[in-house]
């Protein structure tokens, strides 16, 4: 058993874990989860609220060292290689920049590295994004004073000559296509005018051009020659993870200066990036900031209490503790309840098509009953300790097109789960066990990361509501690397817990949500739609990326959120409510935390 939280929590920890024993307790669970909430409450009126409304941040004064920790090391130092390891992503991220940014509070895009303006030509049908970058844009190498000009290059060559490349294998390659009227496909063209303007033109008229065209800069002094003289293999040979980190150049906040596996990963700050404060200083103010490998978050928690690490986002468990003992070292900041949520989804790919659970997944009314044995409750008061709150619709609350009346109808229902199961053949038999219509005992793994603790709760949560009907999951913890092979490469899972980025626009995901797409995660790349609810899902994309009015757009997307709701080939779980600890030394004028941009520590500086 996990370590007890302070007061109260800890009692009600202690409460909820007999409970998942079947031991019997005084107090209900609505009177267990009435408690946690006043215990919560009195715990987040010792954190600070400080959402970002878009205020201006002030000048700062550059100098220290932010001290952090990765839970693994990274893969690659290869930003196309990258694109299916998140860890390996956001490290390169901090040496490049990108076109646009999106205003999460009002709701507006506006440049970054480049202006842009959108044309469109209603006689034909047509739209073209004009994009012109901004002055100061530089390749820089730590230690060099070689300045390389950011060209359209950058950006026109990775889109036609990489991720345009089919034997690639990007994962923007599907992006770069829509759909026409006549249901033909056409690609969007990226084309160079010259050095500082370069277009892209869509064959039809669509609804975000911006976040269709919105991408990272490639050096293209290094990856076009590479691909000119090697082909597909001398872009993947570029930056492997044993590379000397100093030959890589930057156009981003930081320069990666040293790398050591398994220890450490260092960056020192980019002079010359080009976003400045009003006394023309560039972002960030940090001189460094030195990442510790650290393997678990175990070890994360425990140098942030030594007081090694400047900021820390707790597990749930560790909230209480965290918060409790924050003193004079660090402050506390909270957030709503998380954007995104974590979700349950079943492998439909007929490549396992001689397997019994292949079978009861393609059945609607049975992923419907595994959606009626989700105690997101239970979750919530075990895992999340109360910090959290179901999450039962499509899109969130910041979605454009987040409907509130949309909601999912399967809920926790054990009763109703069986009646499902039952309509569908499936009995139990005289052991208690769930079997189907053929006598298959149901039985079946749930995969998760081993390095995500409370999916592990979760699961566990899952599997003991599942055998209480006869089913039996077995938790399977695999490296996070290996479970993304297997959901990308060799389809050799059957149920997992996974996260998706959170659906801030109701086109983003066009690899995910098309039955075509390489991470439809249920069955990629279809030829065509498997299923006449998955060609509807299909249609309702298509028509909503490209109808412009609103109320239009509303109607397709509100059927596209009850479809993906009544369909259950993913069913959300809960949303977390966060908290993020940063020390005191750093002037805090400048941080804000919220759940749609995160903590927000890059204007960050130390104190007087």
């Avoid at 990036?273 to 928690?301: A, F, L, R």
């Avoid at 790919?349 to 997944?361: C, I, L, M, T, V």
């Amino acid at each position: 058993m996990r370590k007890r939280l302070a007061g109260i929590l800890g009692c009600i920890f202690c409460a909820l874990v007999c409970t998942s024993c079947r031991k019997t307790i005084d107090m209900s669970l609505a009177e267990i989860a009435e408690i946690t909430q006043s215990g919560n409450e009195r715990l987040l009126e010792k954190t600070v609220s400080k959402p970002w409304r878009g205020e201006a941040f002030v000048p700062g004064r550059t100098g220290g060292t932010w001290y952090d920790t990765i839970l693994s090391d990274p893969k690659t130092f290869n930003q196309l290689i990258a694109e299916r390891d998140a860890a390996s992503s956001g490290i390169i991220s901090n040496t490049l920049d990108y076109l646009v940014d999106y205003d999460m509070h009002s709701r507006e895009w506006k440049p970054h590295c480049a202006f842009f303006e959108i044309e469109i030509d209603e006689k034909n049908g047509t739209l073209t994004v004009h994009y012109t970058l901004r002055d100061g844009l530089f390749w820089t190498y730590y230690g060099r004073d070689e300045k390389i000009p950011v060209t359209s290059d950058d950006f026109v060559f990775w889109y036609n000559e990489v991720a345009g490349d089919k034997e690639i294998g990007s994962s923007g390659y599907a992006q770069q296509f829509v759909v026409m009227p006549d249901g033909s496909e056409r690609r969007v063209e990226c084309v160079k005018i010259d050095d500082r303007h370069f277009d892209f033109v869509f064959p039809r008229i669509v609804a975000d051009p911006l976040l269709a065209t919105n991408m990272s800069l490639c050096p293209s002094f290094l990856f076009k020659p590479a691909k000119e003289k090697d082909g597909v293999e001398g872009i993947k040979a570029l930056f492997s993870a044993d590379v000397d980190v100093r030959t890589i150049p930057s156009c981003g906040k930081w320069y990666i200066t040293e790398y050591t596996p398994a220890q450490r990963l260092v960056f020192k700050r980019n002079p010359y990036y080009w976003e400045k404060d009003d006394n023309g200083t560039s972002i960030p103010y940090m001189d460094e900031m030195v990442y510790q490998v650290v393997g678990d978050m175990n070890t994360d928690y425990l140098l942030f209490k030594q007081g090694k690490t400047e900021g820390f986002s707790p597990r749930p468990e560790d909230v209480s503790d965290v918060i409790e003992n924050q003193k004079d070292s660090y402050t506390v900041f909270n957030a709503e309840g998380s954007m995104n949520a974590q979700f349950w989804s079943f492998n439909q790919n007929p490549k396992n098509s001689s397997e019994a659970y292949y079978r009861w997944f393609c059945n609607k009314k049975f992923r419907q009953a595994m959606s009626c044995l989700i105690n997101r409750d239970r979750i919530i008061d075990q895992t999340y300790r109360g910090l959290a709150s179901a999450k039962y619709s499509f899109f969130p609350e910041a979605n454009p097109f987040y409907n509130p009346e949309i909601t999912l109808q399967y809920r926790y229902d054990p009763a109703r789960a069986v009646q499902l199961l039952e309509s569908i053949g499936f009995y139990r038999d005289s052991d208690g066990c769930m079997r189907d219509s053929t006598g298959e005992k149901v039985e079946f793994d749930l995969t998760i990361a081993s390095s995500n603790t409370v999916t592990n709760d979760m699961a566990l949560i899952i599997a003991d509501e599942c055998s209480k009907v006869g089913i039996t999951l077995n938790i399977r913890q695999i490296d996070f690397q290996k479970l993304i092979e297997m959901l990308t490469a060799t389809y050799d899972w059957q149920s997992v817990i996974l996260a998706f980025g959170a659906i801030l626009f109701p086109s983003q995901g066009s690899n995910v949500w098309p039955s075509y797409g390489n991470l439809h995660l249920w069955y990629p790349l279809q030829e065509e739609p498997a299923t006449e609810w998955e060609a509807r899902l299909d249609y309702l994309y298509n028509e909503g990326c490209y109808t412009i009015n609103h109320s239009d757009a509303q109607k397709i997307w509100d059927e596209y959120q009850r479809l993906v709701l009544e369909e259950c080939p993913l069913i959300y779980l809960v949303r977390s409510r966060s908290v993020y600890a940063i020390r005191n030394k750093w002037d805090l004028q400048n941080v804000y935390y919220d759940n749609r941009n995160g903590a927000m520590t890059d204007w960050v500086f130390v104190r007087n």
